[in-house]
């Protein structure tokens, strides 16, 4: 079945650390994105790719990186320079830009203390 | 600004029964809104999508209205189940333009739902 998978489903850091997260899709989409979700916020766009090689900033990027060497991977790392990291990070991806759903991976859940 | 506002925050319901949740938006331009249902520690997934000229839009239990004039959005759940039990998110995006406004969705915070037996 095609789909998005995110690994790990939980991690746990400690402060100071940087650490990747793994996002792999096998829909043949385009567009891939990294969400940052809070207890009671709504998602908040981190990064977005539209093509392999190109990647933009989306909202709350400062202490993010990404990749995007591959059409089905777009890993995410948490630097030490993100000063409040523990969230629930979510992968998606679409086909276009139109009204092309998103596709949502499981999420990691990440814990830094 | 560009807002979504979603209420009610929670809500509770017995099985069986019937609910309504809300999304007001400021999104202007508009292309279109989407609902999504987000079970506990999963990702969200799309209910339905709405353009702005289409005002009811159903699938299965779930149906989804929208009031392009007034910006506000309802889903509507009938005979609810166990399975329900999740949070509901409304998302409004902008036209997708040649070049631009990619990445640029707007989600609402979010109702959780609880169905109880």
């Known amino acids: 079945d095609g789909g998005i998978t995110q690994s790990p489903k939980y991690l746990f850091r400690k402060e100071g650390q940087n650490v990747t997260l793994s996002c792999e899709q096998n829909?043949?989409?385009?567009?891939m994105y990294w969400y940052r979700q809070d207890p009671g916020q709504g998602l908040r766009l981190i990064y977005y790719s539209q093509i392999v090689n190109d990647f933009q900033k989306g909202d709350i990027a400062e202490g993010y990186s990404v990749s995007r060497e591959k059409k089905e991977s777009f890993p995410l790392t948490v630097t030490s320079a993100q000063k409040n990291p523990t969230a629930f990070y979510l992968c998606?991806?679409?086909?276009?830009?139109?009204?092309?759903?998103?596709?949502f991976g499981n999420g990691t859940r990440l814990t830094v203390t | 600004k560009n807002q979504v506002e979603q209420s009610p925050q929670s809500l509770i319901i017995l099985e069986g029964k019937n609910c309504t949740l809300q999304?007001?938006?400021?999104?202007?331009?508009?292309?279109?809104l989407r609902w999504y249902k987000q079970d506990t520690g999963r990702g969200p997934v799309s209910l339905t999508i709405?353009?702005?000229?289409?005002n009811t839009k159903s699938n299965g239990r779930y149906t989804a209205t929208l009031d392009a004039d007034t910006k506000q959005s309802s889903l509507h759940i009938t005979a609810s189940q166990l399975s329900d039990s999740a949070s509901y998110i409304c998302v409004v995006s902008p036209p997708s333009d040649r070049g631009s406004t990619l990445g640029r969705l707007y989600f609402g915070r979010g109702t959780q739902l609880t169905v109880w037996p």
């Open positions: 998606a991806s679409s086909r276009d830009r139109g009204n092309s759903p998103l596709h």
């Open positions: 709405m353009t702005f000229s289409e």
């Open positions: 999304c007001n938006y400021t999104v202007s331009p508009f292309s279109n």
């Open positions: 829909l043949n989409h385009d567009a």
